[in-house]
């Protein structure tokens, strides 16, 4: 549970922290409440990351794009501040190296789980916001999430894979996916969940996630290849 050499992430951040309490909490997953109830998890600073995010990316794509509309705008927000655009970040810059959590949550690939690896990325806004102010939480904006921002709209990528099946079903006629839960397994902290979309009663794909949201994302992502293989 203890957290590597602190310096070597502010390297990565390019940024020192007034208070390394904060970025320590940024940093320590609710699996630790398990070996001491004195620790202080990332949620508070990731509820306020997401906010800031929200604002920072709303902020840019407003200015960046006058000629869009709220449809568009918001379709580009949600496309980049998405579970699987947060957490490429997350695995890109190494910040899951430097998660705390327990042994068990480890072992169970906690540092490759998707929602732990988009909350870091918020907990780390709210550190540099609390810490550094609104500058502080800019820089970090404008150097980690605002390069991925770019070639998401760059490639057109502002749909999610249950949008594109939808619009890929509706077009042929069929109807709308239906997401069935086949298990959800483990303790309340880090549970599996199990899920396939179904398609005119038929199962087209499957997915695993450690939410319904990703594990819905994953089947919809397999029924997609179902449906671009040939007849």
């Known amino acids: 549970m203890n957290l590597p050499n602190l310096k070597s992430l502010e390297d990565i951040l390019g940024y020192r922290f007034q208070n390394q309490t904060l970025l320590e909490t940024a940093l320590t997953h609710r699996s630790c409440l398990s070996q001491s109830s004195d620790i202080e998890t990332y949620e508070r600073l990731e509820f306020l990351g997401d906010a800031i995010l929200e604002m920072l990316i709303s902020t840019y794509l407003f200015d960046k794009y006058p000629d869009k509309m709220e449809g568009y705008l918001t379709s580009a927000r949600s496309a ?6 947060l957490s490429k970040i997350s695995i890109q810059n190494h910040f899951n190296d430097f998660i705390r959590m327990s042994k068990g949550e480890e072992t169970s690939g906690g540092r490759k789980n998707s929602s732990i690896l988009e909350d870091v990325i918020e907990s780390l806004m709210g550190a540099l916001y609390q810490d550094g102010g609104l500058p502080a939480a800019k820089n970090f ?12 709209i760059a490639l057109n990528q502002l749909k999610d894979a249950k949008s594109l099946l939808q619009e890929k079903v509706q077009s042929r006629g069929l109807p709308s996916p239906v997401y069935q839960t086949l298990s959800e397994t483990g303790l309340d902290h880090n549970k599996t969940f199990e899920i396939a979309v179904l398609i005119d009663q038929k199962t087209l ?12 994302q994953k089947a919809a992502t397999a029924a997609l290849k179902t449906l671009s293989l040939p007849k």
């Open 141 to 152: 904006f404008e150097k980690f999430i605002l390069p991925n921002a770019v070639d998401i």
């Open 205 to 216: 794909g499957t997915g695993q996630g450690k939410n319904k949201q990703e594990a819905e």
């Open 80 to 85: 980049i501040v998405r579970t699987e655009s």
